[in-house]
């Protein structure tokens, strides 16, 4: 199973930008689909945006779509997001997520499909 590290959560303005990294150990990444998802407070975790193994493919929640970018770089084991034009409604704790021990086609929606989980990054935008 892979290991997953979230970084670069912090306190930002509204309209600023911040990336967040998500660093994998284990030699499973690079066939792995991979997602980010966040959870406000009294709310249900919802898919932020989603890539399939190679990063050929991705998919994003309409709330953040046009703002936020996936990406990842599998020499570097590492998955990234790319959020601009940050709103106080993307404050939430972001969570990596990896589906590492079974077949990966595409990318996935549910959080159940999903396997291996980061332990989490606080991300708060004031107004």
């Known amino acids: 199973q892979v290991q997953l590290v979230e970084s670069g959560g912090g306190l930002v303005q509204a309209g600023g930008s911040l990336r967040l990294s998500c660093a994998a150990s284990g030699r499973t990444f690079s066939s792995s689909a991979m997602g980010w998802f966040r959870q406000a407070p009294g709310k249900e975790r919802e898919l932020v945006a989603a890539?399939?193994?190679?990063?050929?493919?991705?998919g994003y929640a309409d709330s953040v779509s046009g703002r936020f970018t996936i990406s990842r770089d599998n020499a570097k084991n590492t998955m990234y997001l790319q959020m601009n034009t940050l709103k106080p409604e993307d404050t939430a704790v972001y969570y990596c997520?990896?589906?590492?021990?079974?077949?990966?086609?595409?990318?996935?929606?549910?959080?159940?499909?999903?396997?291996?989980w980061g332990p989490g990054t606080q991300v708060t935008v004031s107004s």
């Open positions: 997520a990896g589906r590492t021990t079974t077949a990966s086609v595409g990318w996935y929606q549910m959080p159940r499909s999903y396997d291996s």
């Open positions: 890539i399939n193994s190679s990063g050929g493919s991705t």
